[in-house]
C-alpha cells in the first residue's frame, strides 16, 4: 500500500510538472526573449525555435500518460478523506446514505451513475457543475487532489455490489409480485405499472436484500420525503388527500389515488396534516416467510446487469 500511495503520488507530480513546464514555455514563447547561452539557453532555446505545437504535444503526451493511469487518488485514505468531504458538504441535498432527495432533485448515488462512467466523469461533473439542474460546480478554490478523492468515494457508491446469495426464488417471486401482490398497481416496472410508488426498475441496485424484506414486512420504516402524504381541508370543509409532490410556503400539491394532481393555494386551506408513515400495507400478515424471500429474491434481480 505504501509503495502503491508512493507511486501514485509520483504520477501526480509528473502531471503537475508537465503541465507547468508547458505553460511556462508556451507564455515564454509568446514575449520576445534574448537569445544567449547562459543559465535560461534551454528555455528560451526551446521557447524561440521548437514549434509552438511540438511543445503542446509533449505536454498532451505527458498528460496521457497521467490520465491512464486513471484517479491517482483512489486509495483507501483518499476514499475516506471524500467520504468526509461528502457528509460535510454534499450530504444536505444527497443525504448521509448517498441516497438523493427526489424532493430537490438530487440523483441517488449508490446505484448506476446516469451522467458519469468513471472518476473522470464525476469530477468533470464536480468541477463544471451540470447546467439547468441544482447541481452547481464545487468552489474553484477546491483543491483538485480533495475533488478527485470526493470522485474516488463516489465512484465507490456507484459501482455495483457483489450478487448477495437469497434464499428466495425469482419465478415465484415475480408470479408473486405481477399477481398475488398486486404491486404494479402502485410501482412502475420497465414502463409499466402505477405511479403511486418508487419506480422499481432497479430496485435491487438500490437496496440490499435485507433492505427489501424491511420494506416488505414494515414499509413505514423508512419513509423519503417524496413518499409522505397530505390529507387538505379547504375553507368551504372539502377534504381531498394524497402523496405529497410539492409543499412550499405559497401553495401545495397532491397526487390523488387516480394519479391526478390537485394544486391548492394555502390562503384556501383551511388545515394541512401531514403523514410521514407510507401508504404502502406491510406484507407480514399476507405473506409467509417463505413468499416474502421468493419477492426478495425477485426485486434484488432486478438490476441491470441482471435482469430476469
Known amino acids: 500500500m505504501v509503495f502503491s500511495s508512493l507511486f501514485n503520488n509520483a504520477q501526480q507530480l509528473r502531471h503537475q510538472s508537465a503541465y ?8 515564454e514563447s509568446s514575449q520576445p526573449q ?27 503526451a505527458s498528460v496521457g500518460l497521467a490520465e491512464d493511469a486513471g484517479n491517482l487518488y483512489n486509495t483507501t485514505f483518499d476514499i475516506n478523506a471524500g467520504r468526509s468531504y461528502f457528509e460535510k458538504q454534499c450530504s444536505r441535498c444527497h443525504g448521509f446514505d448517498a441516497r438523493g432527495n427526489d424532493e430537490v432533485g438530487a440523483p441517488n448515488l449508490t446505484g448506476p451513475l446516469t451522467r458519469a ?10 468541477r463544471e457543475g451540470i447546467a439547468g439542474t441544482a447541481m452547481m460546480a464545487v468552489d474553484p478554490e477546491v483543491p483538485d487532489s480533495q475533488l478527485w478523492q470526493l470522485a474516488a ?4 457508491l456507484s459501482r ?6 437469497v434464499r428466495g426464488s425469482v419465478e415465484v417471486g415475480k408470479a408473486l409480485f405481477n399477481d398475488v401482490g398486486e404491486c404494479l398497481d402502485c410501482h412502475m416496472l420497465n414502463g409499466k405499472g ?9 430496485i435491487g441496485s438500490e437496496l440490499s436484500p435485507d433492505e427489501l424484506g424491511l420494506a416488505l414486512i414494515d414499509p413505514s420504516a ?3 420525503p417524496r413518499w409522505w402524504s397530505l390529507t387538505l381541508e379547504d375553507k368551504n370543509g372539502m377534504s381531498r388527500s394524497g402523496l405529497r409532490m410539492n409543499e412550499d410556503s405559497f401553495s401545495v400539491r397532491i397526487m390523488d ?14 388545515r394541512v396534516v401531514r403523514s410521514e408513515e407510507s401508504t404502502m400495507p406491510s406484507y407480514a400478515a399476507r405473506f409467509n416467510d417463505t413468499q416474502i424471500d421468493d419477492l426478495v429474491a425477485f426485486l434484488y434481480s432486478l438490476r441491470p446487469e441482471a435482469t430476469p
Request: charged share 15%; net charge neutral; glycine share 4%.
Open 20 to 27: 507547468k513546464i508547458a505553460s511556462a514555455i508556451l507564455t
Open 34 to 60: 534574448p537569445f544567449d547561452f547562459g543559465p535560461r539557453f534551454s528555455l528560451h532555446y526551446v521557447s524561440r525555435w521548437l514549434s509552438p505545437f511540438l511543445v503542446l504535444n509533449l505536454f498532451l
Open 117 to 126: 462512467s468513471s472518476s473522470a466523469g464525476i469530477y468533470t461533473i464536480l
Open 153 to 156: 468515494y463516489i465512484e465507490s
Open 160 to 165: 455495483e455490489s457483489a450478487d448477495i446469495a
Open 194 to 202: 402505477g405511479r403511486l410508488g418508487p419506480d422499481l426498475s432497479n
Open 222 to 224: 423508512k419513509v423519503e
Open 257 to 270: 389515488t387516480d394519479s391526478q394532481l390537485w394544486s391548492y393555494p394555502r390562503s384556501a386551506l383551511r
